[in-house]
């Protein structure tokens, strides 16, 4: 028998098998992105409506998606188990016992459990609205787990992709679904508005996510450009939704014959709130991490100084964005320089964690090729 025959055969089959799948979660995360940025626009220039708007049905379709894939990839896991095979780890991650009947392979676990616990809170998010009406407040307890269901859903699909590390849509893959995630947690943050206090903690917050993917980027890859690749897959995303969100939410207005509120200006939102400095940032990110590779010693302090650096240039560029963006003056230096303080505080947890969260994505993929 030819083993090496076999070898390449059983890996073309988990390639052919593994890659639908993947792309099937992440296409239903970059739906419930589209359909929450939609949403946000409708409710800055349209107002609250209906729980069945077209936004809404997007954000439900694009977990209902994941979850029915992720939960096609577990029975099919279980079922080769049974038969009295070891599911491929390149196909999701190991497969871990689950409810003591399932076989799951832990990225569909993941994105799977994020999708039911979405529907759950949808649960809650109906219930609430009929009691409190429906209100366009996005910090709301049901709506804050909405958002953070989806960002499970999403970090379940970068495990699925980087389970298969050793194939280059593998790698493709885990970098845009970190884009994806990156460019929705810009909404997740704005919980974090009803914090007191000189720091605008959303910010704050907004520059600690963001390097924490970036250097998740930047240590999954393993070799200089997975920072910047990210940062640049977050600008296609933000220049993409810059058009999309005030053509979509007027075009659904007009087609529903709702007016658009008084004295709207146009203002894309959810892009807005991404940070436009984020390819300067990588390129920090990059530059440290080099310096660091060149002197291994030195790798422990390089990932952490990019994580502080990084999140210092994303909170002192906030505020000068919000004010392009908006067209108001600028805050007093007090609040500036306290949330520049606290984001490079934050930055440097990022760093320490970001790179080595980035390592541990490597762990899901087979031994082979590590």
Do not use: K
Request: proline share 5%; charged share 10%.
């Amino acid at each position: 028998m030819d083993l090496t025959v076999d070898r390449v055969a059983h890996t073309g089959a988990a390639r052919a098998r593994g890659m639908p799948s993947a792309l099937t979660v992440l296409g239903g995360t970059v739906i419930s992105l589209i359909g929450l940025t939609w949403d946000v626009q409708w409710h800055s220039e349209v107002g609250p409506d209906t729980f069945f708007t077209v936004p809404h049905l997007f954000l439900y379709s694009g977990s209902a998606i994941s979850g029915i894939a992720s939960l096609v990839m577990v029975l099919a896991a279980t079922a080769a188990q049974r038969r009295g095979s070891t599911p491929d780890p390149a196909i999701g991650g190991r497969a871990v016992r689950t409810l003591g009947i399932f076989a799951a392979p832990l990225g569909y676990l993941v994105s799977g459990t994020g999708a039911a616990s979405f529907l759950l809170y949808g649960l809650w998010d109906q219930w609430w609205h009929g009691l409190y009406g429906f209100d366009a407040v996005i910090n709301s307890p049901p709506h804050i787990g909405l958002l953070l269901s989806i960002s499970i859903t999403m970090l379940g699909a970068v495990m699925v992709f980087a389970a298969a590390r050793q194939w280059r849509w593998g790698r493709v893959g885990t970098l845009v679904a970190l884009s994806v995630l990156l460019a929705f947690s810009t909404v997740t943050v704005l919980g974090l508005q009803d914090l007191d206090g000189v720091v605008s903690w959303i910010d704050a917050g907004t520059g600690f996510l963001s390097v924490l993917i970036v250097l998740i980027a930047a240590g999954f890859l393993g070799r200089p450009g997975g920072a910047l690749a990210t940062a640049f897959g977050l600008a296609v995303i933000q220049a993409v939704f810059w058009w999309f969100s005030p053509w979509a939410a007027r075009a659904y207005a007009g087609a529903v014959g709702l007016p658009v509120r008084d004295y709207v200006r146009e203002i894309p939102e959810m892009p807005s709130l991404m940070p436009m400095c984020l390819l300067v940032v990588a390129a920090v990110v990059e530059g440290l991490l080099w310096w660091g590779r060149s002197r291994p010693t030195a790798m422990r302090w390089a990932v952490v100084l990019a994580g502080g650096a990084g999140a210092l240039i994303v909170a002192v560029c906030a505020p000068f964005q919000s004010a392009w963006v908006s067209g108001r003056h600028l805050p007093e230096a007090t609040p500036v320089l306290a949330t520049a303080a606290a984001g490079a505080v934050l930055g440097l947890l990022a760093g320490f964690l970001g790179y080595r969260f980035g390592r541990m994505l490597r762990l899901l993929s087979p031994a082979e090729g590590r």
